[in-house]
């Protein structure tokens, strides 16, 4: 019962973590709750959008590259499809932050991109139906991940190189050695040991490491897939994943991918917050006419009759950016609370990151200063 990592969630960032702590010969035990994978998280509903021009921070771009090339690498060893390139369009007013954002990060990371009107985007890929007078950002490398494909196929890497992996297993507690040397973890079933301990716990990071209580906080979200009325216009090779601010809000939305749909959500959704045992209620109708509402003015070719929602959760920090650092009490034990609705995208290189941390000198080559807690936006 003595690993050298255990891993506490095996959702997107932990099933990536897996892998790359496998890779580098550790003995690794993951602990997930559900299954494997599952729809009561943050990583269901098939895809995800990943972008390179980064309105958020250009900070993250370079672990993008990182990113891009880690999935790649992962689709290669398990001969499963897992990034689709459909290009990606982030817009918004001209002076907005989400165009602006994007621009000054493609322009400091010198990335291949187009600036395009509204109404050249509309002429050039049909299915949108933008303001005339936006600014779009157009950048061809963008794309979507096959987000629970993904970590099946990091699981099942991870478990070919001697990983454990035990799902419907739930963590109860855990404890750290006072003089750093490992930890004991609790579960429903069992009890384990081991050297260090990675959590990726998603929307219940909060209750398995009460410091972040306060710091990374769970919102409903709600997606939606509607039947296009000219399908022909909505598949990965006619339609960019897009950010996309409106006067109705800030929205994303990706082709339709692996089941029938145009999917788009719309970010923070109705402002739910709260414990995760009562946010993932069933979509209603409220939100289905406001998505509904959403897809009929700007994407009026791919809104017909609905075909699926889901419910879903950010976990989000103050300033919206990830947290990936050591316990500030307990070296060996290492967090990632890497979503606030855009993280995704980064579980190939949050996989790399978290290996670092928890293996050797716990020094990753990678800048995430950012993303460490001690930063001024999260006062700890
Ligand atoms: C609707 C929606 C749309 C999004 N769109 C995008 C997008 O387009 N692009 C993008 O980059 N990002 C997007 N995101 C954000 C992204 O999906 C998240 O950042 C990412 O899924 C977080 O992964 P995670 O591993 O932290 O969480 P999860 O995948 O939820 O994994 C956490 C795991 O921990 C397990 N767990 C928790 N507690 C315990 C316990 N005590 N014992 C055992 N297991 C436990 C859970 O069951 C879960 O499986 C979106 C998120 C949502 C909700």
Redesign the pocket.
């Known amino acids: 019962m003595h690993y050298d990592v255990i891993i506490?969630?095996?959702?997107?960032?932990?099933s990536a973590a897996a892998w790359q702590l496998a890779r580098r010969g550790q003995r690794v035990l993951g602990?997930?709750?559900?299954d494997i994978p599952?729809a009561?998280?943050?990583?269901h509903?098939v895809?995800?959008?990943?972008r390179l021009p980064y309105y958020e921070d250009p900070a993250y771009v370079p672990l993008l590259h990182r990113a891009m090339a880690l999935w790649r690498e992962a689709e290669a060893a398990s001969g499963r499809e897992l990034m689709v390139t459909t290009g990606s369009i982030d817009a918004g007013p001209e002076d907005d932050a989400l165009f602006q954002g994007a621009l000054a990060s493609a322009r400091l990371h010198d990335l291949t991109h187009e600036v395009l009107t509204g109404a050249e985007v509309n002429e050039r890929f049909p299915g949108y139906n933008l303001p005339a007078t936006h600014r779009a950002l157009f950048q061809p490398q963008g794309g979507l991940?096959a987000?629970e494909r993904a970590?099946v196929a990091h699981v099942e890497l991870a478990q070919a190189l001697g990983a454990t992996i035990r799902a419907r297993?739930?963590?109860?507690r855990w404890e750290a050695d006072p003089g750093g040397e490992g930890v004991t973890v609790v579960?429903n079933k069992a009890t384990y040991r081991a050297d260090k301990l990675v959590l990726?716990?998603?929307?219940?990071m909060g209750?398995?490491a009460p410091e972040l209580a306060r710091l990374a906080i769970p919102e409903r979200?709600?997606?939606a897939w509607l039947q296009p009325l000219r399908p022909e216009w909505f598949g990965p090779d006619r339609l960019p994943?897009f950010n996309l601010q409106v006067e109705e809000g800030r929205y994303?939305g990706?082709p339709v991918y692996d089941v029938p749909g145009f999917k788009f959500?719309r970010y923070h959704h109705r402002g739910e917050t709260g414990d995760p045992a009562g946010l993932l209620r069933e979509p209603d109708a409220e939100d289905e006419a406001m998505l509904r509402q959403f897809g009929q003015r700007y994407f009026p070719a791919g809104s017909g009759a609905t075909m699926a929602l889901?419910s879903?959760?950010?976990?989000n920090t103050p300033d919206e950016h990830f947290i990936l650092d050591h316990h500030p009490r307990h070296a060996q034990v290492v967090l990632?609370?890497?979503?606030?609705?855009?993280?995704?995208?980064?579980?190939s290189v949050i996989g790399e990151i978290l290996a670092d941390l928890a293996t050797g000198d716990g020094a990753t080559r990678q800048d995430i200063e950012f993303l460490r807690l001690g930063r001024p936006g999260l006062r700890l």
């Open positions: 506490v969630g095996v959702g997107g960032m932990g602990l997930e709750r559900y599952h009561h998280g943050s990583s509903g895809s995800r959008i990943i991940i987000s970590i297993e739930e963590v109860a579960t990726t716990a998603g929307a219940w209750e398995l979200q709600v997606l994943v994303y990706l959500g889901r879903c959760m950010f976990t990632a609370s890497p979503c606030s609705g855009h993280g995704y995208k980064f579980c």
